[in-house]
């Protein structure tokens, strides 16, 4: 059984239209179903050139690749325009959970975090679970 393919396309891998293209092609050599291969977007990424950006997510988007927001909190991000994007999953990054058991800080933020992802309608990951602490 097939698992899934996650890339970590750099910024400026984002705003050139040839993504789309090279993802087509490797979609197509591999025969790989493009639900499995997931694009790991960081905030920054996605803001130095929203509209670019927008455009390429969306296009890759329509071909049912997903697009997940990577290392959310960490980075500049504007809400208001990365509500309308392509999305279907957010990263907590590590920073906020490896202290979670011990730093309330971080709990609170993790809270948030979910809160508005789940009131967006999007899955989360948290990255570097570790202990039973922070899974909980």
Known sequence: ??????VNPSARQLIQLTLI????????RTDINPKYLELEITETAIMLNFDIT???LTLLSERDIRIYVDDLGTGYADFNYQKNFPVKSLKIDRSFVHDL???PSDRGIDKALLAM???????TIAEAIEIPAQLQ
Not at 1 to 6: E, T
Not at 117 to 123: D, I, K, Q
Request: overall charge positive; proline content about 0%.
């Open 1 to 6: 059984m097939f698992q899934k393919i996650a």
């Open 101 to 103: 058991a011990s730093a």
């Open 54 to 56: 927008y455009n390429v």
């Open 21 to 28: 293209t090279k993802s087509d092609r490797i979609l197509e």
């Open 117 to 123: 992802a789940h009131g967006l309608n999007l899955s």
